[in-house]
Each structure stands twice: as C-alpha cells, then as structure tokens.
C-alpha cells in the first residue's frame, strides 16, 4: 500500500516534470530514430539514477539511525525528511522563496546546450545519457522524494522508493514527447500546483508518523527496532 502512494506521488509529481524537465523528452522526440525506443531508453537512465540516488539515501538514514539511539534516530529522520518534503511542497506552490527553480532552469538549460549533439546523436547510448545526466538535475521533486526515502534507513527500501517514484514519472513524461499539448504554459502551471500540493501531504504524512502521531506502514521501520532489540541484546550480560 505504501508504495502505491508513492506510485501515485510519481504520477502527480511528473506533472512537476512536465514543466521543468520536458525540453529534454520534447527534444530527444525531434531528433531520428525510432521515437519510442529513445524515450525508453531515456527513461532507463533517469530511472537508474534515481535508485542510485536512492539508495545514496538510505545508506545515509541507515548510517544516522546506527550512530545514535535507535528509536529517536529513526523518529527523527523522519521528522527531518516530512519537514522537508513540506518545505519543498511550499516552494513549488510559490509560497515560500523559489530556492531552487532558478538554479534548475540555468543547470538544465546549461547541460542542454552541452549535451546538444548528445540529444542529435543516432546512437542508442544518447538518450540513456542524456535521463541518467537529467536525473542529477537539481529538482525539489527528487530532493522531497529523496528526503522520504532516507527516512527508510534501509538501502534496500529507498531504492525501491525512488524506483517506483521514478516509475510514476514515466507516463505523463513519455506522453510529453507524443502530445505537445501537455507543454502548453498554463496546464504546466496547473499540474505543478497539484504536485507540489500532493508533496505537502505526503511530508505531513510522513511527519506525523515520525511524531508517532500516525501509525507506521507495515514493514515499515521494523527493521530499525528489531537492530535495537539485537544491538541491546549483545550489551547485556549473559548471567545478569
């Protein structure tokens, strides 16, 4: 069940993406070749990265919930990963600062012109490029998910999070290249209101639950009690 939330968080986030990241898609469907084959391929790469970016992430959770008391590591976490989930959901709705729309826009359009004759290229190996280069973009969508990832303190788990996130992605991007109507300004502007307004539930989501204000999702942080159980076990004297 949780992964279908995040499944859907995908869905309406690609509405984000759309807006930010569509020239690439737009511009790859421009150039020779099979057009269905390099959008795939295309969306192989971005979604690679995104699970290396994942697991980055929950090693990271991982590492913080083992060099700290188990239970408030892994409550913590989770309330450092809602709050910026939240953070980012009120910047894509303008609310607060634009933080990194602005830096986005120049690193997409700079590795655009510097991946130009990537984009043009016949070769089958361009489009895979161009999604993994496109998934290292700067992105609040990718830093919310990331964020919720983390809280997972599992490589495993945040892999698989950013896997199905990035799956969710798919079908609005892979629409883009073939309906032109989705790149029209003022639908972009809708959808990534929707998608930073999803964002923000998800966030408080995932904050309540770190304040144990919300039932945690079945599976979910089992694995970080149970190594406190073990880590306790191994601290306590056999004859005591």
Do not use: K
Request: charged residues 10%; glycine residues 14%.
């Amino acid at each position: 069940m949780v992964y279908l939330w995040i499944f859907a968080g995908g869905i309406a986030g690609s509405l984000h993406c759309v807006g930010m990241c569509g020239g690439f898609p737009l511009a790859l469907a421009a150039g020779g070749g099979s057009r269905l084959t390099r959008q795939l391929l295309y969306h192989l790469g971005r979604l690679n990265t995104l699970v290396f970016i994942g697991a980055l992430s929950g090693a990271g959770g991982a590492a913080l919930v083992a060099a700290a008391p188990v239970r408030w590591a892994g409550q913590g976490l989770a309330v450092v990963s809602g709050l910026a989930m939240i953070v980012v959901g009120l910047e894509m709705l303008g609310i607060l600062a634009q933080l990194t729309t602005r830096g986005a826009a120049l690193a997409q359009a700079t590795v655009g012109r510097a991946l130009a004759g990537v984009i043009r290229s016949p070769s089958l190996a361009a489009p895979i490029a161009l999604g993994v280069f496109n998934a290292f973009l700067p992105c609040q969508l990718i830093y919310a998910f990331a964020a919720r990832a983390a809280s997972t303190a599992s490589m495993l788990e945040s892999a698989l999070t950013m896997l199905v996130f990035g799956l969710g992605t798919v079908p609005a991007m892979l629409g883009l290249a073939f309906t032109r109507g989705l790149a029209r300004p003022a639908l972009r502007a809708r959808l990534s209101f929707a998608a930073g307004a999803l964002v923000i539930v998800f966030g408080a989501l995932t904050l309540l639950r770190g304040l144990d204000l919300l039932p945690h999702p079945a599976g979910h942080g089992a694995h970080v009690h149970v190594a406190g159980v073990r880590s306790a076990a191994h601290v306590i004297p056999r004859d005591s």
